[in-house]
């Protein structure tokens, strides 16, 4: 029943992208809930922020504390630390199961973000929380004097190595490349300090330890290595957190958004006459941007 509803609008995630989602649909007196299992995303992980136009430095949870502060100037519903199991369309209502139960509404916005993606070797599972890291920014104090790895050569990486190259007696940088990626700042950087010491070329084999990690195994062109360590971060990139999406949605090939729950005949009447009121092309410059708008659709995921 349309009654039924918790909600006109019901966003996934609480990252940079669901919390300006949630300051938007506020202003536009749309009853608004936020579902996420944390607030700021990836941007929480984040040591120092440099990018973010407006801040010459912040760190990045200062950065969220300033976003969490935005969104509580509107009448925004937050259902923090809770995790969205699944999504279905009944009716002319989604469904949202979460570990609080279910909520109700004609809209879903889906900005649940990325999460780390796992290096997939022996020893990673077993060992994770016991000395297998996927945040600098959380766990780097834990392994204050200690050595530790770092596995990836991007900017996420770079950021690790250095804030660990803080607190550890010695970081060994690992990459699969002949050179390391991100940024030239970050790259200066890690390759002038004095406890950073980088591996090319480097294919991680196993993690090992007992109760914890205690070492890991690699190859360098062919040549099996090992590293006696205490901590191993892994910081190779994310995959699109959209495993709760029914097999309905449209997902790009590498899982993120673009593409939307297909129930033409079924889309609200506040969104059809949108759609008969945009300027000519509005819709298809939309569309090309990798938006949903202009699209019979109700459930939306940022590009």
């Not at 766990?139 to 803080?166: C, E, H, Y």
């Not at 690699?218 to 029914?246: A, H, K, M, W, Y």
């Amino acid at each position: 029943m349309e009654g039924s509803r918790d909600a006109d609008v019901i966003i996934v995630g609480a990252g940079p992208a669901g919390l300006s989602a949630g300051v938007y649909c506020a202003r536009k007196m749309l009853r608004t809930l936020v579902i996420s299992q944390n607030v700021g995303g990836q941007a929480a992980w984040s040591w120092e922020v440099e990018n973010y136009l407006g801040y010459q430095l912040i760190s990045g949870a200062e950065l969220v504390e300033r976003f969490r502060a935005h969104l509580e100037n509107f009448p925004v519903k937050l259902l923090e630390g809770v995790k969205v199991n699944s999504l279905r369309l009944k009716g002319k209502l989604f469904t949202v199961s979460h570990a609080e139960g279910e909520s109700r509404s004609p809209a879903v916005i889906v900005a649940s973000g990325k999460v780390p993606k796992p290096l997939g070797v022996p020893g990673e599972s077993e060992f994770r929380g016991k000395g297998v890291a996927y945040c600098a920014t959380c766990d780097a104090p834990l392994f204050r004097g200690k050595r530790v790895a770092v596995i990836g050569g991007g900017n996420s990486a770079l950021d690790a190595a250095l804030q660990l190259g803080q607190l550890a007696r010695e970081v060994c940088l690992l990459t699969l490349e002949d050179r390391l990626g991100g940024d030239e700042i970050r790259r200066r950087a890690v390759l002038d300090h004095a406890r950073i010491k980088v591996y090319y070329r480097a294919v991680v084999l196993a993690i090992r330890g007992e109760k914890f990690v205690r070492g890991i195994d690699f190859q360098v062109d062919g040549d099996r290595r090992s590293l006696e360590v205490e901590g191993v971060f892994v910081e190779i990139g994310s995959v699109p957190s959209t495993d709760f999406l029914p097999p309905e949605v449209e997902l790009q090939p590498e899982g993120g958004g673009g593409g939307g729950f297909q129930q033409p005949h079924h889309a609200p009447r506040a969104l059809r006459r949108r759609r008969r009121h945009q300027r000519p092309g509005e819709a298809d410059n939309h569309r090309r941007r990798g938006g949903c708008q202009g699209r019979p659709l109700r459930l939306f995921l940022p590009p």
